[in-house]
C-alpha cells in the first residue's frame, strides 16, 4: 500500500532525499516496516526556515480569499482521497479503519471551514474617542510559524494548525511526530498539487530532540504550535520563554465521564465504550475515569463488564475490529507498569490487564481494555495520563463530589456529565473545569468549527481548531486615522 521506500523532507517546494540516518516506520498492528524516515538535523531546520521566511514575504501579499480557494482545493482532494488517507493512517498509527475516517473528516471539514475564513479574518471597527479619527483592528501574520505534532491524530492535529497558520499569511515549518510521518508526507503532497507556492509548507521529519529543539531554538520561526505530552510542552514552553517566544501548547488529559443516579445507564455504557476504548484509549480526549454515583455503581459496572467482553481486538484494518493496538512497545510498557501500580494502590482490577499474544495478534502491539473499579481519586491511576485503553471506576456519593472529584486532577481537557436533570446538566457545564464538556455523550467527539484545547496542565491558555486557532497565528494591529488636520491627543484633547 505504501509505495514511498524512503519518506523525504519537503523544502521549498522540493522532496529532498536525506543522506544521513533514517528510522523505520513501523505497522503497530502487526510490527512490520512501512517506511523509512530521516532523523534530520538542525541543518536541515535552518534550510527550511529559510525558504520559509522567503515565501511568506509574497506569501502575506496573496490577498486572504486567493488563500482560501488553495486551502478549498486541499480540501476537495483530501476529500477524492478520503479512503486512501485513512487506510494510510491505519497502517501508521493502528486506529481501526472507521476511526481513520472519522479523523481524516476532521481535516477535511478543517480546510472547508479555513478556506472561508479567507473571506472572514475578521477585525473589528470601533467608535474613536475623537471627532474626525476612525479606529480599527486588523490580523496579521506572524511570519514563519513552527508546528511540532503527535502520532495520536496525525493528519487531524496537522489540519487543526496548518490550515489556519497558512490562511492567515504565514509560511510553516512542519514536525510531524517521527512514528507516523505518512501523513505529513501524503497532506504536503496535497498541498503540492494544490498548487501552495514553493516554501509556505515545509515539513521536516526527524526526532523532537533534534530536529523539534532546533525550531524551538531558531530566531525566525515566531511562534511554535505543539500538541503532545505535558512533560515535552513545559519543556518546549521554558525555552520559548528564554527567546521571548509565542507558543501554544495542547498537552495531556485525564478525563472523566460522570455518571449520575438519574442517568440512562446504556447510554452511558455507550459513551463510556466509545470514549475510552475508541483509537485504544490513546486520545487526549480519552476517557480514562468514571465517576459514578453509588446508587448506580453496581449496575454499571456490570454493564460495562458485559459489554466490554464483546470488544474485538485486532488489525484495524480488518472489518468488525473495535479495538485496534497500541502504537509502540515504550507505549505497551508504560500501560502494564500502570495496572501494576493499580494493583498495589489497592484498586480491583474487574476486566483485562494484559498484553495480548499469540498468532491473531502477529508482532503487533495489543492491550487489552481493563477497568479497575473501586479506585479513588488520590489513586496515581486516577491522577496521572496512562495513554492506553485502562479505565478507573471512582464511586462518589453526591453530584458535588462528582464535581470535586472531577476537578481534582492537574489537567483539564475533556469531561462528560450523563444526567437527565436540567439543573444539574447547567451547574455542570459551570463547574467542570475543563476546556471541553459533553452532557449525555462521552469525552470525545470535537468538532472542528469550536475550539479545542483544556485549561491547567493541559494548555497555556491558546486553542486550536475554531476561530480561536487563528489568535495563535496572528498578531492583533490596532490602527487609528486621524482625519482632522490637527493633532489630537488622546485622553487629552476631549471636548
Ligand atoms: P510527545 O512525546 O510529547 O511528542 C509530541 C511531539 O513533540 C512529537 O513530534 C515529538 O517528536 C516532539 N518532541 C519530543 N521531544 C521534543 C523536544 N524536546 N523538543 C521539541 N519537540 C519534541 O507526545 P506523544 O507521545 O507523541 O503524544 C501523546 C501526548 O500528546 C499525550 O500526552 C496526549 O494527551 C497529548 N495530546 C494532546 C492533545 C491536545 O490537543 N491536548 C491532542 C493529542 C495528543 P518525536 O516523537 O518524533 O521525537
Redesign the pocket.
Known amino acids: 500500500m505504501m509505495k514511498v521506500k524512503q519518506l523525504s523532507n519537503y523544502i521549498n517546494g522540493e522532496w529532498i532525499k536525506y543522506n544521513g540516518e533514517l528510522a523505520n516506520v513501523i505497522n503497530p498492528a502487526t510490527g512490520e516496516v512501512i517506511t523509512e524516515v530521516p532523523l534530520s538535523t538542525s541543518d536541515t531546520v535552518s534550510e527550511a526556515v529559510n525558504a520559509a521566511k522567503e515565501a511568506q514575504k509574497s506569501w502575506a501579499q496573496v490577498p486572504a480569499p486567493v488563500r482560501g480557494e488553495l486551502l478549498y482545493k486541499v480540501g476537495q482532494i483530501m476529500a477524492e482521497r478520503k479512503e486512501h488517507l485513512s487506510e494510510l493512517l491505519t497502517l501508521e498509527n493502528g486506529k481501526v479503519l472507521e476511526e481513520a475516517r472519522g479523523e481524516v473528516q476532521e481535516g477535511i471539514d478543517m480546510a472547508f471551514y479555513m478556506a472561508g475564513e479567507g473571506r472572514r479574518l475578521f477585525g473589528q471597527t470601533t467608535p474613536a474617542e475623537l471627532q474626525n479619527k476612525f479606529a480599527m483592528s486588523v490580523r496579521s501574520p506572524i511570519g514563519v510559524v513552527g508546528l511540532?505534532?503527535?502520532?495520536?491524530?496525525p493528519i487531524a492535529?496537522a489540519s487543526w494548525k496548518s490550515f489556519p497558520a497558512i490562511i492567515s499569511g504565514n509560511a510553516v515549518v512542519w514536525?510531524?511526530?517521527?512514528?507516523t510521518p505518512i501523513m505529513a508526507y501524503e497532506l504536503a503532497r496535497i498541498f503540492e498539487e494544490a498548487g501552495l507556492p514553493k516554501g509556505v509548507l515545509n515539513v521536516v521529519f526527524g526526532?523532537?530532540?533534534d530536529v523539534?529543539?532546533a525550531?524551538?531554538e531558531h530566531p525566525d520561526i515566531k511562534v511554535i504550535s505543539?500538541?503532545?505530552?505535558?512533560?515535552?510542552?513545559r519543556?518546549?514552553a521554558t525555552e520559548c520563554g528564554r527567546n521571548l517566544k509565542k507558543v501554544s501548547l495542547?498537552?495531556?488529559?485525564k478525563n472523566a465521564v460522570i455518571v449520575m443516579d438519574d442517568a440512562d445507564i446504556e447510554l452511558a455504557v455507550e459513551g463510556i465504550l466509545w470514549s475510552a476504548f475508541g483509537t485504544s484509549g490513546q486520545r487526549?480526549t480519552a476517557c480514562s475515569r468514571v465517576i459514578v454515583h453509588e446508587d448506580v455503581k453496581e449496575k454499571l459496572e456490570k454493564r460495562l463488564i458485559e459489554e466490554m467482553a464483546t470488544l474485538t481486538i485486532g488489525n484495524g484494518l480488518k472489518s468488525g475490529i473495535k479495538v485496534g493496538p497500541i502504537i509502540n512497545q515504550a507505549a505497551m510498557n508504560k500501560i502494564a507498569n500502570y495496572i501494576e501500580i493499580g494493583k498495589e494502590e489497592g484498586a480491583k482490577l474487574a476486566v483485562g490487564g494484559k498484553v495480548l499474544t499469540g498468532e491473531n495478534y502477529q508482532a503487533g502491539f495489543y492491550f487489552e481494555p481493563t477497568l479497575f473499579t473501586n479506585a479513588r481519586i488520590d489513586m496515581r491511576i486516577a491522577q496521572e495520563?496512562i495513554?492506553g485503553p485502562v479505565v478507573s471506576l471512582i464511586p462518589v456519593k453526591s453530584f458535588e463530589e462528582a464535581i470535586t472529584t472531577n476537578n481534582q486532577v492537574m489537567y483539564g481537557?475533556s469531561s462528560a456529565i450523563f444526567t437527565k436533570d436540567v439543573n444539574k446538566v447547567f451547574a455542570a457545564q459551570r463547574d467542570l473545569d475543563t476546556g471541553i464538556v459533553y452532557v449525555n455523550a462521552g469525552t470525545t467527539g470535537a468538532e472542528i468549527h469550536l475550539p479545542?484545547?483544556?485549561t491547567k496542565g493541559?494548555?497555556n491558555g491558546h486553542r486550536?481548531s475554531g476561530v480561536q486557532a487563528l489568535d495563535v497565528f496572528t498578531e492583533w494591529k490596532a490602527i487609528y486615522v486621524d482625519y482632522s488636520s490637527k493633532l489630537q491627543r488622546a485622553q487629552i484633547d476631549i471636548d
Open positions: 511540532i505534532t503527535p502520532w495520536n491524530f492535529i514536525k510531524p511526530a517521527t512514528e526526532r523532537g530532540s523539534g529543539s525550531m524551538v505543539f500538541t503532545g505530552s505535558t512533560e515535552t510542552g519543556h518546549i495542547e498537552m495531556g488529559g487526549c495520563e495513554f481537557l479545542f484545547g483544556g493541559t494548555g486550536d
